[in-house]
Structure formats: C-alpha cells, structure tokens
C-alpha cells in the first residue's frame, strides 16, 4: 500500500462541497484498490465516551472509527488523511479490516478529481432522539442519498400468522450517536 518512489500521490484533502474538507483522487484508482489505512489513537469505548462526553448532542462531527467491541480509533489524534473521507449513500469505496486495522478500498474504478466516500452506516439506538435522522442528515448528494448518515432502518418483518417476540433481543451497550462503526462488525461484535 506504500507510495512507490516518484509516484504521483493517489488522493488529496481539500475543500468537499458534501462538507468540510473531503479527500479527492489525483489519479484514477482502480477498483480493489487500498487507498489508506484509517489511523489514529486506538482507545477502548470506554475512554472514546469520556473524551468526546461533553459534546452536544446535535453535533454530528467525529472522528471516531470503531474497529470492535474493545477497539475505537480516534482520528483527531494521531490521525492521517483518512478522517477526512466523507460519507456517501452511494460510495465509490469501504472500509475493510485486516489484523483489527481499518483500510479504505476502492469498490469501483475512481476517475481523477472524484471524491471518495464510504458509507459510513452509522448505528441507531433504542434511545436515538426522536431527530436523530435530521441530526445525522446527509448532504452527499448521490440520487439514491437515504438522507441519513445513519445504517437504514431494519424493516420489520411482519410474517402473517407469525407471533411476535415481545422483547428486544440482547440491547446493546448505550453508545454515543458520534460513533461511526466498522462495516458490519461492531454489531457482529456485540451480538
Ligand atoms: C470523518 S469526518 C469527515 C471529514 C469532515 N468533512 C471534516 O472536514 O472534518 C466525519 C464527519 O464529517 C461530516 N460528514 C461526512 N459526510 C457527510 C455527509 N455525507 N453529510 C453530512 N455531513 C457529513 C459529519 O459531521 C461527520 O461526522
Ligand atoms: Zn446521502
């Protein structure tokens, strides 16, 4: 995944008009392509809801990764340019983890000067307010945008002649709304 010597750089932070600054391609990107690795301190959940617990709570802007059930990465220490890649419902890359670290992959072929983003599927919470879906708006902008930052609602299955379970299977652990998780795996983790 290192830059090859004399090779021109692959991406670049600046301006993004889905928010704040955004990473761009410099070059075209094939697609299975590792872009970054997402870096920056690793920290227990634990320490991530301490660090960031005075936050307001419509403040949607993080920098944290969730690697597993024990692991977050926050970017805003130690962080690259990873932390800069924004959300989109219809993304050209995603998060993959290898050995509990977090790379950014091209899942289609890139062309230069697109930005690149991962959807970001944020989880809900039993507890989410009830503008939660506004908190975490989406401004990617793609045709298929959900609206929402947030992982889409599960729809209920409503099988007919079926009983349904009346309570809700292991609850997870109250989480803060700022934490963006690994694809897949923090729900995985914690089932
Ligand atoms: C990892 S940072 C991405 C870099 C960010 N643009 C910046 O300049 O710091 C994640 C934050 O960017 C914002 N963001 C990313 N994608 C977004 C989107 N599609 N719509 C609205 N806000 C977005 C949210 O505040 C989110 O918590
Ligand atoms: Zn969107």
Redesign the pocket.
């Given at each position: 995944m290192r830059q090859r010597a004399g090779r021109r750089p692959m991406i670049e932070v600046r301006h993004?008009p889905?928010?704040?600054?955004?990473v761009f391609a410099l070059r075209r990107i094939r697609r299975g392509t590792t872009v970054i690795e997402y870096r920056g301190e690793r920290i227990s959940h634990e320490e991530a809801d301490a660090r960031y617990s005075d936050k307001p709570p419509a403040d949607?802007?993080?920098?944290l990764f969730t690697v597993d059930a024990r692991t977050v990465i926050d970017a805003g220490v130690g962080g690259n340019e990873a932390?800069?890649?924004?959300?989109?419902c219809d993304p050209n890359c995603h998060s993959t983890t290898r050995n509990k670290r977090i790379f950014i992959e091209a899942i289609r072929t890139i062309q230069p000067g697109e930005e690149l983003a991962y959807d970001y599927q944020i989880d809900r919470d039993d507890d989410d307010p009830a503008d939660v879906e506004a908190i975490f708006?989406?401004?990617?902008g793609a045709a298929t945008c959900r609206g929402t930052?947030l992982v889409a609602p599960r729809k209920p299955r409503k099988k007919p002649g079926r009983i349904t379970r009346g309570k809700t299977r292991n609850k997870r652990r109250k989480k803060p709304l700022?934490e963006?998780r690994a694809r897949g795996k923090l729900r995985d983790a914690r089932r």
């Open positions: 993004s889905i928010h704040g600054h955004g949607n802007h993080t920098f932390r800069f890649i924004n959300h989109g708006a989406c401004h990617c930052m700022h963006v």
